[in-house]
C-alpha cells in the first residue's frame, strides 16, 4: 500500500468513498473552476493519490494510476480517447497511465510536486512499472500562447520513430509539422507545464501534436517515458524523496 511521508506532506492512495468524493471535488476546482463534477468511466479502474498536509490532512495534489500489464492494453486508456497508439501496443513491459494530476489553485509549494514523483517512483519501483505515459495539459486552448514551448518540443523531445503516437482527435495543433522558429529557451520553460517539464527532466518524449480538448479547456500532448531510459543521477533523486 502506498505511504509516503515527507517532509509537510504525505501521499497515500484514497480508500473510502469520501476520500475519492475529495480527490474529484478538487479535480472539479483544477480543471473545472468547481463548477462542474470532474469525474469519467476511468475513475472506478484507476488507484488515486492523495498529497495531503501532514498536520491538518489537507489534501492539496492528487493523480490517477490505471496500469496496464504491457502495450497490447493501451487502447484501454485514457489516452487512446485522444491519439491512436497502435505503435505503443509493441511495448512489452508493464505500464502505467498517470491522469488528472493537479494541485490545488492556491498554492505553489515545489515540494508538492516533489513528493507526488516520489509517490509515482515508489508506486514504479514496487510493481515493476517500464513504462509511464499519460496527457500532459498546456491550460488553454490557444496553441498561440505556447509556440516557443512547441518549439522546444518538436527540436528536443519528439518521441522515438517506434513509439510515436499518430492524429486521432479531431482538432489538433500539428507543431512539428508548422513550426519553423528557434524556440526561446525561457519563453519555452516559462510556458511549459511543471509535470511535463519534469517529464522532460526525465528523459520523457511527447507526441508530434497537441490535442485541443475544450471540456477541459486545455491543450494536451502524449507524454510517455521509458523508466531505463531515466538518467541515472535523476533516479538517484527520485529515489532519495521515495524513501520518504
Known amino acids: ?14 480508500e473510502t468513498e469520501a476520500e475519492t468524493e475529495a480527490v474529484l471535488a478538487l479535480r472539479s476546482l483544477c480543471f473545472r473552476e468547481g463548477s462542474a463534477g470532474d469525474k469519467d468511466g476511468f475513475d472506478a479502474i484507476c488507484h488515486h493519490v492523495m498529497v495531503e498536509e501532514t ?23 485514457y489516452s487512446a480517447q485522444y491519439y491512436e497508439l497502435s505503435a ?6 508493464p505500464m502505467i497511465e498517470m491522469g488528472r494530476f493537479c494541485i490545488h489553485p492556491d498554492l505553489n509549494d515545489p515540494d508538492i510536486l516533489r513528493v507526488a514523483w516520489g509517490a509515482m517512483t515508489r508506486y514504479v519501483d514496487e510493481t515493476g512499472v517500464e513504462m509511464l505515459f499519460g496527457c500532459s495539459s498546456f491550460k488553454g486552448t490557444e496553441a498561440e500562447d505556447y509556440m516557443d514551448a512547441f518549439a522546444l518540443l518538436k527540436e528536443r523531445h519528439l518521441a522515438p520513430k517506434r513509439w510515436l503516437p499518430r492524429v486521432k482527435a479531431p482538432n489538433v495543433f500539428r507543431f512539428a509539422r508548422l513550426l519553423r522558429r ?16 519534469t517529464y522532460l527532466l526525465m528523459g520523457g518524449w511527447v507526441s508530434d501534436h497537441a490535442v485541443v480538448d475544450r471540456d477541459l479547456g486545455t491543450l494536451h500532448v502524449f507524454t510517455g517515458l521509458e523508466i531505463r531510459a531515466i538518467p541515472p543521477a535523476r533516479k538517484r533523486l527520485l529515489r532519495g524523496v521515495a524513501a520518504g
Not at 528557434?182 to 517539464?197: E, Q, S, Y
Open 1 to 14: 500500500m502506498l505511504n509516503l511521508h515527507r517532509g509537510c506532506y504525505q501521499a497515500r492512495l484514497a
Open 182 to 197: 528557434k524556440p526561446d529557451l525561457k519563453r519555452a520553460m516559462t510556458g511549459m507545464p511543471p509535470l511535463l517539464r
Open 55 to 77: 498536520r491538518s490532512g489537507r489534501l492539496v495534489g492528487t493523480f490517477r494510476l490505471l496500469p496496464l500489464k504491457a502495450g497490447e492494453e493501451i487502447g484501454q486508456s
Open 88 to 93: 505503443l501496443r509493441a511495448f512489452d513491459g
